[in-house]
């Protein structure tokens, strides 16, 4: 049973610092991309970055430069660093995986989100 677990959200500061985690705790044949997204009050959800099994990233502009996407296969886990915050990161962000199962057939897990809140 694939289950993904989010932590790492919280308050902090501008300018301020934080890692998002986000691990398939149960067992898959493989797993292709993984990402987060974000939801912020009264917006649509937006993709915010996302990486593949290769390890090649994409990221959203507004967070190019101040954000680092990883994963850690071993560990089935991808990770959000998130630097130098602003106001307008608040959001609750939700991790993805994309699980190929031992049928080989493809499906798109979602974490139970966590919430980011950037204020003074």
């Known amino acids: 049973q694939v289950q993904l677990v989010e932590s790492g959200g919280g308050l902090v500061q501008p300018g301020g610092s934080l890692r998002l985690s986000c691990a398939n705790s149960?067992?898959?044949?493989?797993?292709?991309?993984m990402g987060w997204y974000r939801q912020a009050p009264g917006k649509e959800r937006e993709l915010v970055a996302a990486?593949?099994?290769?390890?090649?990233?994409n990221y959203t502009d507004s967070v190019k430069g101040r954000f680092t996407i990883s994963r850690d296969n071993a560990k089935n886990t991808v990770y959000l660093q998130m630097n130098s915050l602003e106001p307008e990161d608040t959001a609750v962000y939700y991790c993805?995986?994309?699980?190929?199962?031992?049928?080989?057939?493809?499906?798109?897990?979602w974490g139970q989100g966590t919430q980011v809140t950037v204020s003074s």
């Open positions: 990486i593949i099994s290769g390890g090649s990233t």
């Open positions: 149960g067992s898959s044949f493989s797993t292709n991309a």
């Open positions: 993805y995986a994309d699980i190929v199962n031992y049928r080989r057939t493809i499906r798109r897990y």
